[in-house]
């Protein structure tokens, strides 16, 4: 049976919906977990400290005078120095040793695993893998709610990340398909019961006490949205940038437990290409006003703030001017005359007075 199980797939991709749905078959995804927060309200299951070690190789790893993401092992150029994470196998082994000491299957989840999937598998041989993909423009869609300014003004990136992950998680699950699973979040949503039937027939990890209550409990449909496939916006990705499509149809044919996306049923539905750019013009007009909309909420906040500075600057001096003022100056100023005519040394007699 399998005793280790590494859960990864590109951010935003529904990892943490699988490690919860993991986690509740009886695997050990750690005890320090990251926190929830507005981005995850029913937690990421994250280990912290396998997040920390990999945030902290991967941005060693790349090269800092690149723009792009070192926190998620990506820079323009998408070069990763390797090398570095040979640096790293000491820290790593004391790692794996103290999960291994727990008994039972124990594992992690860190989208940042894609990236350094060798490196681990070195370290961990006969591990299992959980690889979890996703349409690339519900990853889009779910950053750009996070608002990070790089992916707002530069939402190419996004995809582009996509297709770096994704690349990753492909190339390893094709030299090692016996240890690997790999599924796509929207069919697992449709049929979750087909993942257990995967992890006891293939990875032979079986659930320790799951159905679909628990599932339910789970699975929340109003955090997991989807673009709908006739967005004006998906049918332009799909002329301009056919490399992302082509690597989900890759995946598709790999997966265990594919998506029924389908490049034939998109086509038929397909825009003419003269109204790209009106497209493009409307969704980068409909960004600008509401950057602007942000701006003049700003400055307009910025205005009041200084407006309440201005006014306590005027109420500090007329308090100043008053007589009140002058009489209290005159007074600390007497006080202090007393005190240091009455002790000009320190002494010990004074000290006890």
């Not at 590494?6 to 009886?26: N, P």
């Not at 790349?62 to 090398?83: H, Q, V």
């Not at 750019?277 to 006003?289: D, R």
Request: aromatic share 10%; proline share 5%; with cysteine.
């Amino acid at each position: 049976m399998a005793s280790t199980l590494i859960i990864t797939g590109m951010h935003r991709s529904g990892t943490s919906l699988i490690a919860s749905f993991i986690k509740a078959m009886g695997v050990n995804l750690g005890e320090n977990l990251c926190e929830a927060d507005c981005f995850n309200v029913k937690g990421y299951f994250e280990d912290v400290d396998f997040l920390e070690f990999q945030r902290s190789v991967l941005q060693q790893s790349c090269r800092c005078e690149e723009a792009g993401w070192p926190d998620w092992g990506w820079t323009e150029s998408e070069w990763l120095d390797r090398e570095k994470f040979q640096e790293c196998v000491k820290p790593a082994r004391d790692l794996i040793q103290s999960r291994e000491r727990n008994p039972g299957i124990w594992g992690w989840k860190d989208p940042r695993t894609s990236l350094m999937l060798d490196f681990w598998d070195e370290l961990i041989p006969d591990a299992r893998y959980l690889f979890v993909y996703r349409l690339p423009w519900d990853v889009a869609d779910s950053i750009l709610r996070q608002n990070r300014p790089i992916f707002y003004s530069r939402p190419d990136v996004i995809l582009r990340i996509w297709a770096y992950y994704n690349r990753h998680v492909l190339d390893f699950y094709r030299r090692h398909p016996e240890r690997c699973i790999l599924l796509n979040i929207n069919a697992l949503i449709q049929s979750p019961d087909r993942l257990v039937k995967l992890l006891e027939a293939k990875l032979n990890l079986k659930a320790a006490s799951f159905s679909l209550d628990n599932w339910r409990e789970i699975y929340d449909e109003r955090l997991f949205k989807s673009v709908s496939l006739t967005h004006p916006l998906v049918q332009i990705l799909r002329q301009i940038a056919p490399q992302y499509f082509s690597l989900l149809e890759e995946l598709d044919r790999a997966a265990d437990l594919a998506s029924d996306f389908s490049c034939e049923a998109l086509e038929a539905g397909g825009l003419p290409a003269e109204i790209w750019p009106l497209l493009l013009h409307w969704q980068g007009l409909a960004n600008q006003l509401e950057v602007q909309s942000l701006s003049s909420r700003c400055q307009q906040e910025r205005a009041e703030l200084q407006s309440q500075i201005e006014q306590l600057q005027l109420e500090i001096a007329t308090l100043k001017k008053s007589k009140l003022w002058k009489l209290r100056s005159k007074l600390a100023k007497l006080f202090r005359n007393r005190g240091s005519s009455r002790n000009p040394v320190s002494s010990p007699t004074t000290e006890k007075e």
